[in-house]
């Protein structure tokens, strides 16, 4: 099992704890004895550091970061209505029970219990469990899930409060077991808390564009601020129906940027282009399916890339294979040539194909339709320029750049991609408040190449699409 894809519990606790290391850091998190917090009462009067208000909005990282900090606190079993536990993490107090576990993990209003937990949430199948969905038995139990550990098999991994340990811990369950913690699997179901954060609303944090579905048209990859890897599917449709409904493709990718999607390999397949946080270049093939094992195998294809900005990867000098384009720490664009082999060895040295590129965001992509790559870059000041293919080579490869707007540096993102049929790449950017727009190409190389524009999409606040 990859790492980098599934995410491991070590990693969900340093989660936690560094989410209150910043809360200490930032003066809204005081210091309690570590199990000092058992208090007289079970009506919670505070959400903690983790959470907005007490009953609102919390994404599935907080509510599994809530559920961590009682296992991190060995929170003992206590069923009575006159006891609960707080903490400035997770506030309270709530009820240090099976149900009053799950209620301080969705930030509830009250402890509930196995019987009422179901008037906060909704019934969905079992398929459909994601981290921080519930499982209750509600004439006993009540348990929070965490992660599917293989799905197919129906095994997953789990947080609960129990009188049989004596306090909050995790566990792995199989739904094709007969008992589930010691009551019968069946009598199970599973609930999604009504005011979890929707689908989409996590601030995404890194992602590209590219064909991953294999329809010949580009997706969008992203991770959120939680480390989970995201497809967004080309559709076909226009306006906020251009990319399809979500679809998680990994767990455990802080730290990790997305370079580009491609095949590097001519598997048939565009897989993922990654630099890790060790500064490790990786390559993650595509298994096929739209799921967590989609990407499932990684393949290390360099190292040392940390200061590095991956433009992309493209065929530059029509070899038929994909090389690098980057830029080095001191501002060099560099390209790095495909050389058939696999691994380590799959690109060469570098040569200089520019200079003075510190400042700039760039892609590279076809945008004037000649079938060649060209650069398209925003400056410091917020210029956007095409920089041709001339054909030629080095500090040639590139001719005079083209001014194609102003005003782009109040953009958060910008990628470049061949969305509409029979023109050069079009651009998918996100401006200040966070909308994502599809700026079509017009033909041309002026500033009017890029004057059509529709939203297709928003709440995508801190995405850096390539």
Same mark, same amino acid.
């Not at 009598?187 to 579905?213: F, I, K, Q, S, W």
């Given at each position: 099992m990859s790492a980098s894809i599934t995410r491991s519990k070590k990693s969900v606790f340093a989660t936690a704890i560094a989410t209150a290391v910043a809360a200490l850091a930032a003066g809204t998190l005081s210091v309690l004895p570590a199990h000092a917090a058992t208090v007289g009462s079970e009506t919670p009067t505070s959400i903690g550091a983790i959470g907005s208000s007490l009953g609102g909005s919390l994404t599935r990282a907080q509510i599994l970061q809530r559920g961590v900090d009682w296992v991190n606190a060995a929170v003992p079993y206590n069923d009575s209505t006159a006891q609960g536990w707080s903490d400035s993490t997770v506030g309270g107090p709530y009820r240090e029970d099976c149900s009053g576990f799950v209620s301080m993990a969705w930030g509830l209003t009250a402890s509930l219990t196995s019987q009422t937990l179901p008037s906060v949430a909704t019934v969905i199948p079992t398929s459909q469990l994601q981290p921080g969905d519930a499982l209750d038995y509600t004439a006993e139990h009540a348990i929070l899930f965490d992660q599917w550990v293989n799905q197919s098999a129906g095994t997953f991994d789990y947080y609960y409060e129990s009188s049989g340990t004596g306090k909050t811990i995790e566990a792995e369950g199989n739904f094709n077991d007969a008992t589930l913690d010691s009551w019968p699997t069946?009598?199970?179901?599973? #609930?999604?808390?009504?005011?979890? /954060?929707?689908?989409?609303? /996590?601030?995404?944090?890194?992602?590209? #564009?590219?064909?991953?579905?294999?329809?010949?048209?580009?997706?969008?990859m992203a991770i959120d601020s939680t480390g989970n890897l995201w497809m967004y599917p080309y559709v076909g449709g226009s306006g906020t129906s251009t990319f399809g409904a979500q679809v998680q493709m990994g767990t455990g990718w802080t730290g990790f940027t997305i370079d580009a999607v491609a095949d590097l390999y001519h598997s048939g397949r565009s897989g993922l282009l990654v630099t890790a946080p060790n500064g490790n270049l990786m390559y993650y093939a595509n298994g096929g399916g739209d799921n967590l094992s989609t990407f499932a195998v990684s393949t290390q294809v360099g190292s040392g890339w940390s200061g590095y900005r991956i433009l992309g990867l493209t065929d530059l000098y029509g070899t038929g294979s994909d090389g690098i384009v980057a830029v080095d720490p001191s501002g060099n664009l560099l390209y790095y040539p495909n050389t058939g082999g696999t691994g380590t060895s799959t690109f060469g040295s570098p040569t200089t194909i520019g200079t003075g590129w510190s400042g700039y965001t760039a892609d590279v992509a076809d945008i004037n339709g000649d079938g060649k790559p060209d650069l398209l870059a925003v400056d410091s000041s917020g210029n956007l320029w095409m920089y041709p293919n001339t054909g030629g080579s080095g500090t040639s490869t590139f001719g005079a750049r083209v001014q194609m707007g102003t005003g782009w540096n109040t953009w958060q993102a910008v990628d470049a991609a061949a969305i509409t049929p029979g023109q050069g790449a079009d651009i998918i950017a996100i401006d200040a408040s966070g909308n994502l727009l599809h700026y079509t190409n017009a033909g041309g190389s002026n500033t009017s190449t890029y004057a059509n524009v529709t939203q297709i999409g928003d709440a995508w606040t801190g995405i850096a699409i390539n």
């Open positions: 069946s009598d199970y179901e599973a #609930l999604r808390y009504n005011h979890v /954060a929707a689908a989409g609303t /996590a601030m995404p944090a890194g992602g590209t #564009l590219g064909d991953v579905t294999g329809d010949g048209e580009p997706d969008i």
